[in-house]
T-cell receptor, first 111, second 115 residues
């Protein structure tokens, strides 16, 4: 399975942008980059996904490097509710597109 | 639209017993996946069911099994419980999961404690 590397933790001030990095140097051409987050005491929730191009939705933006070996999840204006563990996941056909969660990045948002 | 529901929410069992957990997916979703979350190992994929067939399986021993019914509801069973099976068991549903694009919707989980 293709693997991802994320920082263990990050901290941000409320109402500031947050850039959460993810390295996936062994990504293959057909791997999709997905981001999920897990708020305290809840199940994970989908944030965003992409293949090659940058993506935007109401929750966040996903910036994918040209060589696809890394990506960045961007929260444009962090709120206290965004404090969660963020998981960067590669979904590939070899693993049946299973969500193989790594350790993720624990994001702390301070007022 | 109702979300993914899991029952029971909490469960206490003793070593050697077996347990069955239930998951009702979002209406119209045909794929159900199960995950185990522990502080030590994090979130790990158990298996996925689609149209009553196991389509994908993670790296767990045969004591962990599941099934899916014609209405897409799913159950997972753990036999001969061990202390290490204490975990939060999460269920997620999606439309099909075939393209790698399908968003998975997670339930609140069942907290299993094995004494």
């Amino acid at each position: 399975d293709a693997k991802t590397t994320q920082p263990n933790s990050m901290e941000s001030n409320e109402e500031e942008p947050v850039h959460l990095p993810c390295n996936h140097s062994t990504i293959s051409g057909t791997d999709y980059i997905h981001w999920y987050r897990q708020l305290p005491s809840q199940g994970p929730e989908y944030v965003i996904h992409g293949l090659t191009s940058n993506v935007n939705n109401r929750m966040a933006s996903l910036a994918i490097a040209e060589d696809r070996k890394s990506s960045t999840l961007i929260l444009h204006r962090a709120t206290l509710r965004d404090a969660a563990v963020y998981y960067c996941i590669l979904r590939d056909s070899n693993s049946g597109y299973a969500l193989n969660f790594g350790k993720g990045t624990s994001l702390l948002v301070t007022p | 639209k109702a979300g993914v529901t899991q029952t029971p929410r909490y469960l206490i069992k003793t070593r050697g017993q077996q347990v069955t957990l239930s998951c009702s997916p979002i209406s119209g979703h045909r794929s159900v996946s199960w995950y185990q979350q522990t502080p030590g190992q994090g979130l790990q994929f158990l298996f996925e069911y689609f149209s009553e067939t196991q389509r994908n399986k993670g790296n767990f021993p045969g004591r962990f099994s599941g099934r899916q019914f014609s209405n897409s509801r799913s159950e997972m069973n753990v036999s001969t419980l061990e202390l290490g099976d204490s975990a939060l068991y999460l269920c997620a549903s999606s439309h099909s999961g075939t393209s790698g694009l399908d968003e998975q919707f997670f339930g609140p989980g069942t907290r299993l404690t094995v004494l």
